[in-house]
């Protein structure tokens, strides 16, 4: 089955760090750009960032530069979020997306998973 | 930045009825719009490409259509199954969404 399975979200403070994966399954994650999109509580959906196929271009939002990093591992058929200084309005859940080969479109997406930043 | 702006925020219909929701770009993006549709407690999940082309496994009844600024999705008779939130995209922007419930 083509699926995206995220974890690594929970409760974290103000000023902590997490690290989010993202386990694809059913086809080669090294074919794709991939993403990650957020969706704060009863909000709409927010892009976060995403990364070349190889890994050499990677894009962020304003809000997450200098402090979210993406990374994938191709061979191990995996993405990465590693959010650092994290805030209150970090408070989402968190989708890893493929991206349509050619486009920006988002044709797979993951289940999420929920981050809480709160003291 | 581009900004897409959804309307209506919401639309009160009933099963078999027709459902318009409309997509505004702030300048042209000539056909690279895509909508999804968004269930409670469920991803996203992609129902059009390109403004007019339907993704895998999407029945029949959901089309898009439109370029440059204006764009449309149309459910030709609502099942029970779609009433859910439905966001435009293009690029890193979304819509803010167009919620599609039960009359």
Redesign the interface.
């Known amino acids: 089955e083509v699926q995206l399975v995220e974890s690594g979200g929970g409760l974290v403070q103000p000023g902590g760090s997490l690290r989010l994966s993202c386990a694809a399954s059913g086809f080669t994650l090294s074919t794709n750009w991939m993403s990650w999109v957020r969706q704060a509580p009863g909000k709409g959906l927010d892009w976060v960032a995403n990364i070349k196929q190889d890994g050499s271009d990677k894009y962020y939002v304003g809000s997450v530069k200098g402090r979210f990093t993406i990374s994938r591992d191709n061979a191990r058929n995996s993405l990465y979020l590693q959010m650092n200084s994290l805030r209150a309005e970090d408070t989402a859940i968190y989708y890893c997306a493929r991206e349509r080969l050619g486009s920006d479109t988002f044709d797979l997406w993951g289940q999420g998973t929920m981050v809480i930043v709160s003291s | 930045d581009i900004v897409l702006t959804q309307s209506p925020a919401t639309l009160s219909l009933s099963p078999g009825e027709r459902a318009t929701l409309s997509c505004r770009a702030s300048q042209s993006i000539a056909s690279?719009l895509?909508w999804?549709q968004?269930k409670p407690g469920?991803?996203?999940?992609?129902l059009i490409?390109?403004a007019s082309n339907r993704?895998t496994g999407i029945p029949a009844r959901f089309s898009g259509s439109g370029s440059g600024t204006d764009f449309t999705l149309t459910i030709s008779s609502l099942e029970p199954e779609d009433f859910a939130v439905y966001?435009c995209?293009?690029?890193?922007?979304?819509?803010?969404?167009t919620r599609l419930e039960i009359k």
């Open positions: 690279y895509a999804y968004q469920q991803a996203p999940r992609l490409y390109d993704a966001y995209q293009q690029r890193k922007t979304f819509g803010q969404g």
